[in-house]
Every structure is written in structure tokens, then in C-alpha cells.
T-cell receptor, first 115, second 118 residues
Framework: GENVEQHPSTLSVQEGDSAVIKCTYSDSASNYFPWYKQELGKRPQLIIDIRSNVGEKKDQRIAVTLNKTAKHFSLHITETQPEDSAVYFCAASRGGGTSYGKLTFGQGTILTVHP | GAVVSQHPSWVICKSGTSVKIECRSLDFQATTMFWYRQFPKQSLMLMATSNEGSKATYEQGVEKDKFLINHASLTLSTLTVTSAHPEDSSFYIC??????????????FGPGTRLTVT
């Protein structure tokens, strides 16, 4: 099955700095890679995702890059703000069809942005 | 759109009793729903895949006789924790995939159910 490794487990930055979280996956058939932000006791919220036919995607301060050859993908947050503080999870799955879509999550990264 | 609800949001039960958790897609149909378990300060672990009208598919290590899943309609899946024990205390989260021409990839998560077994 799929295995997703996520680093670092904790990340502390100053407000305005950039934050980078990296994930590697094992299943070369995985083709959908979402990133989630989860606040304590809440549901995971999708913040950005990327599919295997794209190498990079950006949405305002958030960007994700994908290297299919190396089987790794990264989340980049620029101009961090205190409200970005949360736990971030990467995930991987084979998308499409009713039999697919199982998400395998990374271990999570606790991001703390200091004012 | 694409809202998923769970009920109850939290429940406390005594050891040995059973608890049912509902997951509903409110404004879309979902042939497939997923159940995850999340222990404190840990990641989400997939427990099972629930398909409407068929038996659930359980992940390795998840006891199907303990965690009963029923996907009775295109908008409702239930998870019943039978003979609950304190080690079953966790945050249970469901998610649903869109049925039709919407995004086959994206899943929509419910708000989670906090189960505490005393």
C-alpha cells in the first residue's frame, strides 16, 4: 500500500517568513496530492491540491510543487501570519472512480507562526 | 455546497456499550464514504471505505466485527462501535466523494465525532 512520509514534524517561524513542508510517497500510481490544514478539534480543511499532470500550483500565499520522478511534493507558505498556525497534513491517493480515492496521510506538521 | 455532517459531535459511553455515528452528505450524493480515526496529536488513519449498497472494505488491522459500517443510501453512512472499550476513545471523521460530474478526486470531510469510553 501507499506510505507517505512528512517532514518536519514541527516548524516554528516568525511572522512574514516562509514555511516549507515536504512529503514523499511510495506508490507510483498515486496521482492526487492534497494538503490539509487542521485546527484543534476541527475537521481537516483542504488548502491546496495538485494532480500528477501538473508540476506546480499556486493560490495566493500557498504553493505546492510535485516531483513525480522523485516521488515527493512540497507545500510552500509565504508571508506567514499567526493565523496560519495549525497542523498541516499532506496526503496521497489514486483519484478517479468509485473504487479509488483512499487517502493516505502523512504524519503531520505543527506549524507555529510567532508574531 | 459539498457539506458533510456528522452526528453526534461528541459522545461519552460506558465500556461494553455500543455507539452509532452518522455521516451525511447534505447537498450531494456520495457513493463512497470513508471513515478515519485520529488519536490525539496523531494523523488520520483510514479505517474503512464505505460504498452504497455493498459491504464496506476495511483496512488491515481494523476489526470489521467491532466497527460495523452501513452505507444505506447515497447520503448516509453509519459507523457503529460495538462493545466499546477505553482504547476506542478517539476522534472519528468521515469523508465523502462526489458521485457525478464533480471532482472525483476531492473528498469532503465531516466535522468529526469525539468518542470517549469510560
Amino acid at each position: 500500500g501507499e506510505n507517505v512520509e512528512q517532514h518536519p514534524s514541527t516548524l516554528s517561524v516568525q511572522e512574514g517568513d516562509s514555511a516549507v513542508i515536504k512529503c514523499t510517497y511510495s506508490d507510483s500510481a498515486s496521482n492526487y496530492f492534497p494538503w490539509y490544514k487542521q485546527e484543534l478539534g476541527k475537521r481537516p480543511q483542504l488548502i491546496i491540491d495538485i494532480r500528477s499532470n501538473v508540476g506546480e500550483k499556486k493560490d495566493q500565499r500557498i504553493a505546492v510543487t510535485l516531483n513525480k520522478t522523485a516521488k515527493h511534493f512540497s507545500l510552500h507558505i509565504t508571508e506567514t501570519q499567526p493565523e496560519d498556525s495549525a497542523v498541516y497534513f499532506c496526503a496521497a491517493s489514486r483519484g478517479g472512480g468509485t473504487s479509488y480515492g483512499k487517502l493516505t496521510f502523512g504524519q503531520g506538521t505543527i506549524l507555529t507562526v510567532h508574531p | 455546497g459539498a457539506v458533510v455532517s456528522q452526528h453526534p459531535s461528541w459522545v461519552i459511553c460506558k465500556s461494553g456499550t455500543s455507539v452509532k455515528i452518522e455521516c451525511r452528505s447534505l447537498d450531494f450524493q456520495a457513493t463512497t464514504m470513508f471513515w478515519y480515526r485520529q488519536f490525539p496529536k496523531q494523523s488520520l488513519m483510514l479505517m474503512a471505505t464505505s460504498n452504497e449498497g455493498s459491504k464496506a472494505t476495511y483496512e488491515q488491522g481494523v476489526e470489521k466485527d467491532k466497527f460495523l459500517i452501513n452505507h444505506a443510501s447515497l447520503t448516509l453512512s453509519t459507523l457503529t462501535v460495538t462493545s466499546a472499550h477505553p482504547e476506542d476513545s478517539s476522534f472519528y471523521i468521515c469523508s465523502a466523494k462526489l458521485l457525478e460530474t464533480g471532482d472525483f478526486y476531492e473528498q469532503y470531510f465531516g466535522p468529526g465525532t469525539r468518542l470517549t469510553v469510560t
